[in-house]
């Protein structure tokens, strides 16, 4: 519906005034819908709103949101006519039907559902279309149903079915793809926004195939099947874009199991601004990786964005006039313009021999992918003094523990002292889909049954939070997409002085507390106080602040 005719409805069965309607129109914003107005202006109710427009077309109202209907009734109505005019069976019992429509005026919709009807007497009753839309997910075929029609058409098998999942997993921005064995059966899992899914089962008698096929696209060795073996493809899609894919295979008890990696395009478009960074962090980090020498380390578990950050750093520095060069396991992402280089066990290009080779080509700025022994963190430090601003992760909690570890592996405090400029910890928290995104409002007894600090980030009043109610654009999840919680050490003269002592975390942490520093926690509340993400997400990956 339009403004002209929502107005209409909303006057119609005075649920507004005139006066209600001549502020509204003052008032509202552009493109503002005028249910949207009044419904946050506390004005009408959205279950007024389907209320006085089931009225204004002279049917019932049906709030399908708490109304139970059954996948059978749903598919009763061929999936082309139900999408094409918006209707859900909603009820077939004796010689009547219900059908929902958000749309009663349709001219040939009543004669439609006749013809399809035959006996019956059909009763329109009206839905609000965020409550119709959802339903038409019951109309998408499980994979297994596509996999039982693929076995039953075809003699070659595999190709098919590894499209039919890949295609769905990227239709669902899946980040992973998982084929587990079991004794009998493969269970096919997707990764989608960091959580785990399961996506359809497959026999184990086509397995074999499956994985023969991944494995010689991979160029991999098909008569090794106790191994851990890596490869990638380019995979092209029906609508002929490629997708790229990282490959690993590895032997469990009831067979090989394959993990897909979908690499996705836009990390190589990813700037600094895009990492959600607040203003303050930014700034601190384009500081540090301004100077011509340091080191900036990223820290956090694996899957917790530390590359994308990164390569958001390196593309933020590359310009004509510096040099970048990589060692990396493996080379994710390609960006023009820098030499990345690949560790290769095969030919014992380690981080180590690779970073030792390319210091002495002299390049400004290095980016290890990781600094995982003695060897590399020692080279490492050794660049970051010698007139090179040096880039990498490493696994630590956070980022005060980062230091004694460093030290543990036998880095000079000094030399550490010298050359750290920045750590920073990161985790990974799901967006709310901002199509579906509503407010929620929490007493503060709600909040302390989420989490027993509540009180200490929140206050004691009621608090407005966000949620996604779940839509078409999300999946249904309420999510799309991610974006980071950070933590940020700047190295100041105080912490430089503390590392000279061999300082336990702990200490650290107090300095940079003192300094003003934000930890994980409170970066995560401020994004779930500005609806970005929610605070399940949040205490999902980060625990409440100790101090
Ligand atoms: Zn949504």
Not at 46 to 73: M, R, W
Not at 451 to 468: D, I, P, R, S
């Amino acid at each position: 519906m339009n403004n002209e005719e929502i107005k209409k409805v909303l006057l119609a069965g005075n649920y507004i005034t005139l006066d209600d309607y001549n502020r509204a129109e003052k008032n509202m914003s552009r493109g503002e819908l005028l249910s949207d107005y009044f419904i946050n202006e506390g004005i009408i109710t959205i279950s007024i709103l389907g209320q006085a427009t089931a009225e204004f077309y002279h049917v019932s109202y049906t709030n399908l949101s708490s109304y139970p209907i059954s996948k059978a009734n749903i598919l009763k109505i061929p999936e082309d006519l139900a999408k094409k005019f918006r209707v859900v069976l909603v009820n077939d019992e004796g010689s009547e039907i219900v059908v929902a429509t958000d749309n009663p005026a349709q001219p040939d919709l009543a004669s439609t559902l006749q013809v399809l009807f035959k006996n019956k007497k059909i009763n329109l009753t009206y839905a609000l279309p965020e409550t119709i839309t959802p339903l038409f997910t019951a109309y998408q075929k499980p994979l297994e149903t596509r996999f039982s029609k693929i076995i039953e058409e075809k003699n070659r098998i595999a190709p098919e079915i590894i499209d039919e999942i890949i295609g769905d997993a990227i239709n669902l921005n899946a980040s992973d793809i998982h084929l587990e064995p079991l004794v009998d059966e493969v269970v096919i899992r997707f990764r989608i926004d960091g959580v785990m899914q399961e996506a359809g089962r497959i026999k184990k008698v086509f397995y074999e195939n499956i994985l023969n096929r991944v494995k010689v696209q991979a160029k991999m060795r098909i008569d090794e099947h106790f191994g851990a073996q890596d490869g990638s493809i380019r995979y092209q899609q029906k609508d002929k874009k490629f997708v790229d894919m990282r490959i690993s295979v590895i032997p469990t008890i009831d067979g090989e199991k394959i993990v897909i990696r979908l690499l996705g395009e836009y990390v190589r478009g990813l700037a600094t601004g895009d990492l959600g960074l607040s203003k303050e962090d930014e700034n601190t980090i384009n500081e540090a990786a301004a100077k011509p020498f340091g080191m900036i380390l990223v820290t956090g578990p694996t899957g917790s964005g530390k590359t994308t950050t990164l390569y958001a750093l390196v593309r933020s520095l590359n310009t004509p006039k510096v040099n970048i060069t990589t060692i990396e396991d493996p080379v994710e992402y390609r960006i023009t313009g820098v030499n990345q280089v690949q560790v290769n066990q095969a030919t014992d290009l380690t981080f180590a021999k690779g970073l030792r080779s390319i210091v002495r080509q002299d390049p400004d700025i290095v980016l290890v992918g990781e600094i995982r022994d003695q060897e590399t963190a020692e080279i490492a430090v050794n660049a970051a003094l010698t007139g090179h601003l040096l880039l990498s992760t490493f696994h630590a909690n956070d980022a005060a523990t980062a230091i004694p570890r460093l030290l543990d592996m036998g880095i000079e405090p000094f030399l550490l002292a010298s050359t750290l400029e920045l750590i920073i910890a990161q985790r990974l928290v799901r967006r709310i889909c901002l199509h579906c995104r509503h407010s929620i409002t929490l007493s503060s007894v709600d909040l302390q049954k989420k989490f027993k600090q509540a009180e200490k980030f929140f206050g004691n009043g009621e608090v407005t939070l966000y949620e996604g109610k779940g839509c078409e654009e999300c999946n249904f999840t309420g999510f799309t997409g991610r974006t980071g919680i950070f933590e940020f050490i700047k190295i100041t003269s105080e912490i430089q002085e503390l590392i000279l002592s061999n300082p336990a975390s702990g200490q650290i942490w107090e300095v940079a507390r003192k300094a003003g520093t934000e930890d994980l926690f409170e970066d995560g509340i401020d994004k779930v106080k500005n609806g970005i993400t929610t605070i399940e997400e949040l205490l999902r990956v980060a625990e409440p602040s100790k101090d």
